[in-house]
């Protein structure tokens, strides 16, 4: 049964990210920017860290 959750969580999960890209391409855009834009601020943070 846990198998079966999973697989429909991933399934709902895929498909929401595609009805989201194609609805609204600019907000997922965004969204993909500030998710990346986290790792280089958390990157930034570790190089000043070290100096």
């Known amino acids: ?8 969580l991933l399934v709902l999960v ?3 990210a595609l009805f989201y890209l194609f609805t609204r391409p600019e907000a ?3 969204a993909v920017k500030t ?5 280089d601020a958390i990157g930034r943070f ?4 070290a100096k």
């Open 1 to 8: 049964m846990g198998k079966w959750v999973k697989t429909i």
């Open 14 to 16: 895929v498909a929401f």
């Open 28 to 30: 997922a855009a965004d």
């Open 35 to 39: 998710f990346f834009n986290a790792f």
């Open 46 to 49: 570790f190089i000043q860290l």
